[in-house]
């Protein structure tokens, strides 16, 4: 895969700056340990809100699979730093089918029984949720710590999606067709990103996924519901900056001074190879804090080093 030009935004670096100690303490947490089973780690990533009612879970249908990818930052600061990335949805799209099949695998393998896509399209439940559904999920505007950030939305094998699948409505509307197909929702939206703090001779970047906002959501027939959110970042051991191109130095060679807009040359095989294993980690711990046990490890083993 080729190397990728990304448009990152790059927090200011003021001196007690909220935003910049956001994102270094971000750098602080510790690599993500794929040698242990994720399951056996979700206690200290994921927390849970909800209940369950009763431990069965009869038949599944994934409604909604989506991942994030961040893609560019715009700074709210007195000095204010935007950067823009260009990302590739055709070598994006096939790590999130990927990671939407291994849920469904897990699934299938713990007494449940799966309903596909087009089975699950054609129950009378899912007219409730048409209306909260984006047909074509491309890119999205929305705000963080540091500022505004631009990212694209990629959703599991190109179906339509839900991106508000924490609003009320959209809550509601998940309740009302599981309670009438009988059948247990679960949708789920992951975010991953850079931190990148930028220190005066040595910039650092780590890719992660991001916490409070990468979540699973189940909602179940009688009626109770269950949200797990990552409430620590899930970090990747590898910086993903490919070093000897432009983007992630001191000197502004690699400024675009028409648009003030700094570029990130990628090494797009650490990153790929980086979000296929660290996602996967993500949703499975996410899976075992609401009540399944995810089988199969497949996809998560040592990160290559990208070369």
Do not use: W
Not at 1 to 15: C, E
Not at 32 to 39: Q, V
Not at 156 to 162: G, I, M, Q, V, Y
Request: charged residues 20%.
């Amino acid at each position: 895969m080729r190397a990728l030009v990304f448009v990152a935004t790059l927090a200011a670096i003021a001196s007690g700056g909220v935003a910049c100690a956001a994102a270094a303490a971000d750098l602080t947490v510790p690599i993500f340990d794929l040698s242990a089973a994720p399951e056996s780690q979700a206690a200290s990533y994921v927390k849970t809100a909800g209940r369950m009612r009763s431990p069965a879970t009869a038949r599944v249908a994934v409604v909604s699979f989506v991942v994030e990818f961040v893609d560019s930052h715009a700074t709210t600061s007195a000095k204010p730093v935007h950067v823009a990335i260009e990302l590739d949805r055709d070598q994006l799209q096939p790590i999130v089918d990927t990671l939407f099949d291994s849920v469904v695998e897990n699934l299938r393998t713990m007494d449940t029984v799966i309903v596909g896509p087009a089975d699950a399209d054609m129950l009378a439940g899912h007219a409730s949720l048409a209306p909260y559904f984006a047909g074509a999920p491309g890119n999205r505007e929305s705000s963080d710590e540091i500022g505004k950030r631009t990212s694209l939305i990629i959703s599991a094998h190109a179906r339509p999606a839900l991106l508000d699948d924490q609003a009320p409505a959209t809550l509601a509307a998940q309740a009302a067709a599981s309670r009438l197909d009988g059948v247990t929702l679960v949708s789920v939206h992951l975010v991953v990103d850079f931190l990148l703090p930028r220190r005066k001779q040595a910039p650092a970047y780590a890719q992660v996924i991001r916490a409070m906002e990468s979540r699973c959501h189940l909602a179940r027939p009688d009626g109770s519901a269950m949200t797990a959110v990552l409430r620590q970042s899930v970090r990747a051991p590898l910086d993903p900056i490919a070093r000897g191109k432009a983007g992630g130095y001191d000197n502004d060679d690699d400024v675009d001074a028409a648009s003030d807009i700094e570029r990130l040359a990628v090494d797009a095989a650490v990153y790929y190879d980086q979000a296929l294993r660290y996602l996967d980690a993500t949703q499975d711990m996410m899976i075992a804090a609401l009540g399944f046990q995810p089988a199969n490890t497949s996809s998560r083993q040592a990160p290559s080093s990208g070369k």
